[in-house]
């Protein structure tokens, strides 16, 4: 006991002395020579202690206060670890509420091991100066610190920290809620504050998929089968020189499906979706901005391209255009000037600047990235903007063949076959109906309806339909013949009045020469009489 208080009584003075000494080195001592002395005193700790350590910070310094990728990538990484062998946890909800991931809160360590060597990582905080205002984000600063052995130098530079973020990325790629994103209009100045985002968003909760698809089975498992050669051919379009992204053109007649299409694109991929609205675009530096913004694993989308803005059309049609405004007078000049600044006003996106979008260099960014256009009038399209390399693959989505309303009828009805089915075969090859109008009639509109009753709709909506298309093409028949005869009449009275003009003209010749004829001889006889 007496051994206790003597080192307790020789040990007080020590720390004493120690604490003055620091108090006066932070005080009094130039910075300058705090520095050097920092320096050496590392060095020569370096040589007795083993390891490294290597620091993430939560932030970028130059991220607009952005989280760090390589941050919220380790976060996701040490999650599966931190359950087990932390003892205090954080909880960040994702999925919109709908999960929670647990890591561990700071001050906290865990271990990893990867080929065979030990690792550790350490959740810290650096509390900054409580005087200072921070606008955008919390003042304390949060960092992942790895410590390893300094023997593993390379293991863990080279290896280790890629496994890291790779896995990182793909835990939170599988754990993400899927968003379906639209462009928010473009400010007028072209600033926006931060805050401000150029994409809303919304949770992704589409329902279609390749298996409730009303279309041709074989058709089906093609276009999935190129959807998955896309996904996993990463290192194949870096060999080409290709960027990592693949264009689809959907085109067909209203109502066959090419909304439910891009949807089942992005359940099967599990991709986000961006639907692009060119109206609510600017300007080519916009439609720029707007996909630097987007992330890779996503579809882009432009539904309707051929009435989004007037720049699909053909380009011999604008320079007929063109030469049509320098006929006219100056008054009409200055009407047109005034139109087009009202449509600049509205969008200056042109038809260069969607090309360079879709594949230009800024259309590398990221990678991984669908672009999908669709159309109801595929030949109103120009040609430079769907040809191959750009929409690499043209699929035609069109009125519903029988095998499509199997699909449709087992989804809506639960059945397979039906007395029903022969006719309704014979009925959809003699007429044309889309997949949305066959969906409609198989819904049972009451609980009373069954199979049967929606069965015998279709049928009667289809001979309804192969009436009106017979009826349809008489009128269009009559109208065409009447319209020929129009125009046979029409030449036939042309050449009744050229030929009237040509008679007038004999006429006036031939008196016209009789004329001169009488003249000449009253002067012969003139003449003679002389």
């Given at each position: 006991m007496m051994m206790m208080q003597d080192v307790w009584t020789q040990l007080g003075p020590t720390i004493a002395a120690i604490m003055f000494t620091w108090t006066m080195y932070q005080n009094y001592f130039p910075h300058q020579l705090r520095g050097h002395i920092r320096r050496y005193t590392d060095k020569i700790i370096?040589?007795?202690?083993?390891?490294?350590?290597?620091?993430?910070?939560e932030y970028d310094t130059d991220g607009w206060f952005e989280r760090s990728k390589a941050y919220v990538a380790i976060e996701r990484y040490l999650s599966k670890n931190s359950c087990t062998q932390a003892k205090r946890l954080k909880a960040n909800v994702v999925k919109d509420g709908q999960s929670v991931v647990l890591t561990m809160d700071d001050h906290e360590e865990i271990t990893d091991e990867y080929k065979g060597e030990k690792v550790w990582w350490i959740s810290s905080q650096k509390l900054a100066n409580k005087q200072t205002i921070s606008l955008w984000k919390e003042d304390d600063k949060r960092y992942f610190k790895l410590k390893f052995h300094r023997k593993n130098r390379e293991l863990i530079t080279n290896s280790y920290?890629?496994?890291?973020?790779?896995?990182?990325?793909?835990?939170?790629?599988?754990?993400?809620?899927?968003?379906?994103?639209?462009?928010?209009?473009?400010?007028?100045?072209?600033?926006?504050?931060?805050?401000?985002?150029?994409?809303?968003?919304?949770?992704?909760?589409?329902?279609?998929?390749?298996?409730?698809?009303?279309?041709?089975?074989?058709?089906?498992?093609?276009?999935?089968?190129?959807?998955?050669?896309?996904?996993?051919?990463?290192?194949?379009?870096?060999?080409?020189?290709?960027?990592?992204?693949?264009?689809?053109?959907?085109?067909?007649?209203?109502?066959?499906?090419k909304s439910?299409?891009?949807?089942?694109?992005?359940?099967?991929?599990?991709?986000?979706?961006?639907?692009?609205?060119?109206?609510?675009?600017?300007d080519n530096t916009e439609l720029r901005r707007l996909l630097i913004d987007t992330t890779s694993k996503s579809i882009i989308v432009i539904e309707d391209i051929d009435c989004s803005l007037d720049l699909t059309g053909q380009r011999e049609e604008k320079k007929k255009k063109d030469e049509k405004d320098k006929e006219k007078d100056e008054k009409d000049a200055i009407v047109e000037k005034m139109k087009k600044g009202e449509a600049k006003e509205k969008s200056e996106v042109t038809l260069s600047g969607l090309l360079n979008f879709i594949d230009g260099l800024w259309s590398a960014i990221g990678g991984e990235r669908l672009i999908v256009f669709t159309?109801?009038?595929?030949?109103?399209?120009?040609?430079?903007?769907?040809?191959?390399?750009?929409?690499?693959?043209?699929?035609?989505?069109?009125?519903?063949?029988?095998?499509s309303f199997k699909v449709l009828a087992y989804n809506y009805l639960d059945v397979e076959s039906h007395d029903y089915f022969p006719e309704i075969r014979r009925l959809l090859g003699e007429t044309n109906m889309t997949p949305a109008d066959i969906a409609e009639n198989l819904m049972p509109k009451s609980s009373k309806e069954n199979a049967d009753t929606c069965l015998k709709r279709l049928i009667e909506a289809l001979e309804n339909a192969k009436e009106e298309a017979k009826l349809k093409a008489k009128e269009e028949e009559e109208r065409a013949k009447a319209e020929k005869e129009k125009e046979v009449k029409e030449k036939e009275e042309k050449k009744k009045k050229l030929a009237a003009v040509d008679g007038v003209n004999k006429n006036e010749k031939s008196e016209s020469n009789g004329t001169e004829e009488n003249g000449s001889a009253k002067e012969n006889g003139d003449v003679s009489k002389d």
């Amino acid at each position: 006991m007496m051994m206790m208080q003597d080192v307790w009584t020789q040990l007080g003075p020590t720390i004493a002395a120690i604490m003055f000494t620091w108090t006066m080195y932070q005080n009094y001592f130039p910075h300058q020579l705090r520095g050097h002395i920092r320096r050496y005193t590392d060095k020569i700790i370096s040589y007795f202690y083993p390891y490294m350590h290597i620091i993430f910070h939560e932030y970028d310094t130059d991220g607009w206060f952005e989280r760090s990728k390589a941050y919220v990538a380790i976060e996701r990484y040490l999650s599966k670890n931190s359950c087990t062998q932390a003892k205090r946890l954080k909880a960040n909800v994702v999925k919109d509420g709908q999960s929670v991931v647990l890591t561990m809160d700071d001050h906290e360590e865990i271990t990893d091991e990867y080929k065979g060597e030990k690792v550790w990582w350490i959740s810290s905080q650096k509390l900054a100066n409580k005087q200072t205002i921070s606008l955008w984000k919390e003042d304390d600063k949060r960092y992942f610190k790895l410590k390893f052995h300094r023997k593993n130098r390379e293991l863990i530079t080279n290896s280790y920290l890629k496994y890291v973020l790779d896995e990182g990325k793909a835990i939170a790629v599988r754990e993400r809620q899927r968003k379906l994103y639209t462009n928010n209009k473009g400010e007028s100045g072209g600033y926006r504050y931060r805050g401000w985002r150029i994409w809303s968003q919304v949770v992704f909760e589409h329902p279609s998929t390749f298996d409730t698809l009303a279309m041709d089975p074989n058709k089906k498992q093609e276009i999935m089968d190129d959807l998955q050669t896309f996904r996993k051919s990463k290192d194949y379009y870096a060999k080409i020189g290709k960027a990592w992204k693949r264009g689809y053109l959907l085109y067909g007649p209203p109502g066959t499906g090419k909304s439910s299409m891009i949807a089942a694109m992005a359940n099967f991929l599990e991709y986000d979706i961006y639907d692009l609205e060119l109206t609510a675009v600017k300007d080519n530096t916009e439609l720029r901005r707007l996909l630097i913004d987007t992330t890779s694993k996503s579809i882009i989308v432009i539904e309707d391209i051929d009435c989004s803005l007037d720049l699909t059309g053909q380009r011999e049609e604008k320079k007929k255009k063109d030469e049509k405004d320098k006929e006219k007078d100056e008054k009409d000049a200055i009407v047109e000037k005034m139109k087009k600044g009202e449509a600049k006003e509205k969008s200056e996106v042109t038809l260069s600047g969607l090309l360079n979008f879709i594949d230009g260099l800024w259309s590398a960014i990221g990678g991984e990235r669908l672009i999908v256009f669709t159309t109801n009038y595929v030949e109103k399209l120009d040609p430079a903007l769907i040809r191959r390399g750009r929409m690499d693959k043209h699929i035609v989505l069109s009125y519903c063949c029988f095998e499509s309303f199997k699909v449709l009828a087992y989804n809506y009805l639960d059945v397979e076959s039906h007395d029903y089915f022969p006719e309704i075969r014979r009925l959809l090859g003699e007429t044309n109906m889309t997949p949305a109008d066959i969906a409609e009639n198989l819904m049972p509109k009451s609980s009373k309806e069954n199979a049967d009753t929606c069965l015998k709709r279709l049928i009667e909506a289809l001979e309804n339909a192969k009436e009106e298309a017979k009826l349809k093409a008489k009128e269009e028949e009559e109208r065409a013949k009447a319209e020929k005869e129009k125009e046979v009449k029409e030449k036939e009275e042309k050449k009744k009045k050229l030929a009237a003009v040509d008679g007038v003209n004999k006429n006036e010749k031939s008196e016209s020469n009789g004329t001169e004829e009488n003249g000449s001889a009253k002067e012969n006889g003139d003449v003679s009489k002389d």
